[in-house]
């Protein structure tokens, strides 16, 4: 078992990558049966929602945005508390545990290793090469 931790430009990156590895799974808007003309096209199909399948060789944590705080306060605009100022960290962050096999090649770019990490697979990391 191998983990890791993977940063995307953003997250249109992460589901297009997700998607071509038949890593996910759509669930589409219901459409109206309308017989099309010959040589027409059909409607495009809506996503209604998205999700990570259910594999045998990897689990998923699809973060996305994470928020650290800046070093500054904000009051509250009713004036009563302050609470830290967050600031969005770059990139849509995703955790990948590898239960059979190694992370596919093509996402080893994608690797960082965080000094202080956010978020972690309960029960222990097993760090990836």
């Known amino acids: 078992m191998k983990d890791y931790r993977l940063k995307f430009s953003d997250e249109?990156?992460?589901w297009s990558v997700a998607d071509s590895f038949g890593?996910?799974?759509y669930e589409y808007e219901p459409q109206e049966e309308?017989?099309?003309e010959p040589g027409q096209e059909p409607p495009p199909k809506v996503v209604k929602r998205k999700w990570m399948s259910a594999t045998t060789n990897y689990?998923?944590?699809v973060i996305g945005t994470i928020f650290k705080p800046t070093g500054q306060t904000?009051?509250?605009p009713d004036g009563l508390f302050q609470y830290p100022e967050m600031a969005a960290v770059d990139g849509f962050h995703v955790n990948v545990r590898v239960r059979v096999g190694n992370l596919p090649d093509s996402l080893r770019q994608n690797i960082i290793?965080?000094?202080n990490p956010v978020r972690t697979f309960a029960g222990g990391w097993f760090e990836g090469e």
Do not use: G, L, Q, Y
């Open 12 to 14: 249109t990156a992460w």
């Open 23 to 25: 890593w996910v799974e």
């Open 34 to 36: 309308k017989v099309s």
């Open 59 to 61: 689990d998923f944590d």
């Open 74 to 76: 904000v009051t509250a």
């Open 113 to 115: 290793r965080p000094s």
